[in-house]
C-alpha cells in the first residue's frame, strides 16, 4: 500500500514539470550565426591605371569601408560595390574619409577622397600618416623623432617632438597617445600639448611596444618592457589616468605588437604568441583565444558583440570569431598569399587573394 | 666602467665644445667607413640625429655587445605608424647607452637573435625607408639624459685632412639680408651673421652639406657665440642642441645658411672671424672687417 503510494506521488511530480514546461515554456538562447553575404572579385593591382579606377557610389555615399590587400586598396559599399580601387605607390595613409598613396620618396602629398578626388595637399619631409576617421591628418618625421598635424587646408596646426624615437601612436578623437622607445608615453591633445606623460616601471629594459587610447578617452593601454613584459591599463581619473591594471604577459615580444580598443571602448585586443587577448576594462579580465598563428588583423563586429580575428601561419590563414571575452562562435581556415579583416556596417569584410567578401554575424 | 667612461664623455664634451673628443669607447658597426652625413645636419625641419655610412652593401655589427630591445622590418613587420627609418633595429648596451641601425636591407636581420656580440651581424646595409641610396643610419642615445649623442665623439677617429669650407657669409639685419665683404658698408642695428657652412669629405659625393663639428663667431676678439653639434635634446616638445635652445630652424635658414649669431652692429669699424671646425681638427677661419655707419 505505501509502495503505491509513492509510486503514485512520483508520476504526480513528473506530471506536474511536464505540464510546467509545456504551460511555461522557456526560450532557448539566440546562437550568433556567420554566413557570407556577398563575395566580389577585385582587379590584379597591377591592371589598374595610375590613379586608380573609380565607381559611381549611387545611394550609397558616406558609407563605405576600407580594404588593403597587398599592394592593393580602395573602399567599398554595404552591397559589394567596388567604389575605389587603386595600386599602393610605397604606402597608404587610409581612412574613412579618403587616403594618401604615397611614394617612398616625397614632401608634397595630397588626400584623396574614397571616389579619388582631390580634398587638399601638404607638405612635410615625412610620411602622411591619417586618423580612422580621417578627421585628423598627420606627418611623421622620417627619423621618427616627432610629427605634425596639418589642417584641411594643408597649414601645418602643430608640431611636436618627442624626448625619444615613436615606437606605437594610437590616434582617437582629439587625443594622440605615443609610446616611445625610452620606455615612455606620451598623450597628445589636438594642439600638441602633451597633457599626460607616464613611465610604465617593472621591467629590466623599459621600452614601449604598443600603444592604444579607447575611442572614449577613458582609457590608455600598453605593452611595455623586456624581461618583464606588461599589459598596463590607466583608467582616466579626473584629469590624468591612474593604473588600473597590470598584467605580466606569457610571451615576449621585441617588436611592434597590435592593440587596438574596440569602437565602442568595451574590449582591447592584444596580440599574443599564436593567440589574440581579449581584456575586459570593466572586469579588468583578459582572456585569451588561440588563432594558430600570428595575429593578422583584428575587427569589432556592431557594438563589440564580437570579434573577427585573422591569424596567419605562413600561407594558412584563420579568421575566428569570438564572443569577448573568451567565447569562440566559429573558424574557419583557408589558405592565400595576402588576407584582410576589416568591418563593413557593423559585419565582417574578408579579402583574400582576388576576393572581397561580406560575411553576417547574426543572432539566430 | 664604461658608465664611468661616458660620464666623463659626455661633460668633457660639454667643457671642450670646440676640441674634437678624444676617447673612442664606440666601435665603427661596418668595415667600409664612408661618412656622408653628419650629425646635426639640416634636414629642413630637424637636426639629422645621427651619422650616415655608406661604402656599398656590407655587414652591420653592433657598436657595442648589446640585447635586441625593438626591431623592425619594412615589407612583413606590423607598424601602427609609417616609418622612414625602413627596417631597423635598436640595441640595448647597458648603462643607459642604446644605439640604432636604419634602413637595413629587407629580410637580413636574424628575427630569432636578441643578443649580440661585436662580430655578430645585425643585417646588411639596405636602401629600406625614406632613404635616396644604400646606407646605414646609426644613432646613439644616452637614456640617462635622454640625449642623441654625435656618433663621432664615441667611435675611433676617421683620417680627414679636408677643412671645412666657409661661403656666402651674409648679414641679416630685419628682413634685408647683406652679402658681407671685408670692408663693406653696413647698417646699425642687431644682425644675424650667416654663412654658408660644410665639411667637404674627398670619397663623397654630397646629399645635403655635412656640418661641420663646431662654428665659433667673434666679433673684435671677442667669442659672441659658438654652435657645437655634441648632442641633441627634446625640451617643451623641440628637439634642440643640448645645452641650448636652439633647433634646427634656428640654426639653419630655409635655404640651408648657418645662422652663426647674433651681433650688435654699432657705428665704427669691426672685425669678424668665424671659425668652422671638423671632428678630425681641421679648421678653417674667415676675418671679415665691416664698417657700421652712423
Keep these: 500500500m505505501r509502495k503505491k503510494r509513492a509510486a503514485s506521488g512520483f508520476i504526480a511530480a513528473i506530471a506536474v514539470i511536464i505540464l510546467h514546461f509545456i504551460l511555461f515554456p522557456h526560450p532557448l538562447g539566440k546562437e550568433l550565426v556567420a554566413r557570407p553575404a556577398w563575395a566580389i572579385n577585385l582587379p590584379p593591382a597591377e591592371s589598374l591605371p595610375p590613379g586608380g579606377r573609380s565607381a559611381d557610389p549611387g545611394g550609397e555615399a558616406g558609407r563605405f569601408a576600407t580594404f588593403q590587400l597587398g599592394e592593393l586598396f580602395g573602399f567599398v559599399s554595404p552591397s559589394g560595390r567596388l567604389l575605389h580601387a587603386e595600386r599602393i605607390l610605397f604606402r597608404v595613409a587610409l581612412s574613412q574619409r579618403g587616403f594618401v598613396n604615397y611614394t617612398r620618396i616625397g614632401s608634397d602629398w595630397v588626400l584623396r577622397d574614397p571616389g579619388g578626388e582631390r580634398l587638399f595637399s601638404f607638405a612635410g619631409r615625412g610620411y602622411p600618416l591619417a586618423s580612422a576617421d580621417g578627421n585628423r591628418v598627420f606627418v611623421v618625421k622620417t627619423d621618427l623623432t616627432g610629427l605634425q598635424e596639418v589642417d584641411g587646408n594643408g597649414e601645418v596646426l602643430w608640431s611636436r617632438d618627442f624626448p625619444s624615437m615613436l615606437a606605437s601612436v594610437s590616434v582617437e578623437r582629439d587625443h594622440l597617445l605615443a609610446g616611445l622607445l625610452d620606455g615612455a608615453l606620451e598623450l597628445v591633445d589636438a594642439t600638441g600639448a602633451a597633457v599626460f606623460q607616464s613611465v610604465p616601471a617593472g621591467s629590466r629594459i623599459p621600452v614601449i611596444l604598443a600603444v592604444a587610447a579607447s575611442p572614449d578617452g577613458l582609457h590608455l593601454a600598453s605593452v611595455s618592457g623586456i624581461d618583464r613584459q606588461w599589459l598596463i591599463v590607466l583608467g582616466k581619473k579626473g584629469a590624468s589616468y591612474a593604473e588600473v591594471s597590470r598584467t605580466v604577459l606569457p610571451a615576449e615580444f621585441r617588436r611592434e605588437l597590435r592593440l587596438a580598443f574596440s569602437p565602442d571602448s568595451r574590449y582591447l585586443v592584444l596580440e599574443g604568441d599564436g593567440m589574440a587577448g581579449l581584456y575586459d576594462p570593466a572586469s579588468r579580465r583578459l582572456s585569451w583565444i588561440p588563432l594558430g598563428g600570428a595575429l593578422a588583423g583584428a575587427s569589432f563586429l556592431g557594438t563589440g558583440r564580437a570579434a573577427a580575428l585573422l591569424g596567419r601561419a605562413g600561407s594558412t590563414w584563420r579568421l575566428t570569431i569570438a564572443a569577448p571575452p573568451s567565447s569562440v562562435l566559429c573558424g574557419q581556415s583557408f589558405r592565400g598569399k595576402a588576407a584582410f579583416v576589416g568591418s563593413l556596417d557593423g559585419q565582417v569584410l574578408l579579402a583574400v587573394d582576388g576576393r572581397l567578401l561580406r560575411v553576417d554575424v547574426e543572432a539566430m | ?294
Design chain 2, 1 to 294: 666602467m664604461r658608465r664611468a667612461a661616458r660620464r666623463l664623455v659626455l661633460p668633457f664634451a660639454a667643457l671642450l665644445a670646440f676640441a674634437p673628443l678624444p676617447l673612442a669607447s664606440l666601435e665603427w658597426p661596418v668595415a667600409k667607413r664612408v661618412v656622408t652625413a653628419t650629425f646635426g645636419e639640416d634636414r629642413a625641419d630637424h637636426f639629422h640625429n645621427g651619422i650616415d655610412i655608406g661604402g656599398g652593401e656590407q655587414d652591420v655589427h653592433p657598436v657595442l655587445p648589446g640585447e635586441l630591445v625593438f626591431g623592425y622590418e619594412e615589407n612583413s613587420g606590423y607598424t601602427s605608424f609609417p616609418r622612414g627609418v625602413g627596417s631597423f633595429v635598436v640595441l640595448h648596451h647597458g648603462d643607459d647607452i642604446e644605439s640604432v641601425y636604419c634602413h637595413l636591407k629587407n629580410g637580413t636581420v636574424d628575427a630569432g637573435r636578441t643578443v649580440y656580440g661585436l662580430s655578430d651581424r645585425i643585417g646588411i646595409m639596405g636602401d629600406t625607408g625614406y632613404s635616396e641610396g644604400t646606407h646605414l643610419h646609426v644613432i646613439v642615445r644616452d637614456e640617462e639624459s635622454a640625449s642623441y649623442v654625435n656618433p663621432l665623439s664615441l667611435l675611433p677617429p676617421l683620417a680627414d685632412a679636408e677643412a671645412p669650407v666657409i661661403r656666402r657669409v651674409a648679414l641679416a639685419i630685419g628682413d634685408r639680408i647683406h652679402s658681407l665683404a671685408s670692408g663693406q658698408l653696413v647698417p646699425a642695428g642687431r644682425g644675424a651673421v650667416l654663412a654658408e657652412i660644410y665639411d667637404p669629405r674627398v670619397d663623397v659625393k654630397f646629399l645635403w652639406p655635412m656640418a661641420p663639428y663646431s662654428v665659433r663667431l667673434s666679433v673684435d676678439g671677442k667669442e659672441v657665440s659658438k654652435i657645437s653639434f655634441d648632442a641633441l635634446h627634446a625640451v617643451a616638445g623641440r628637439t634642440v642642441l643640448r645645452g641650448t635652445r636652439l633647433a634646427a630652424t634656428d640654426v639653419y635658414t630655409a635655404d640651408g645658411l648657418v645662422r652663426c649669431g647674433e651681433i650688435d652692429l654699432r657705428p665704427g669699424t669691426s672685425h669678424l672671424l668665424l671659425t668652422a671646425r671638423d671632428f678630425a681638427g681641421n679648421e678653417t677661419s674667415r676675418e671679415l672687417t665691416i664698417t657700421v655707419r652712423d
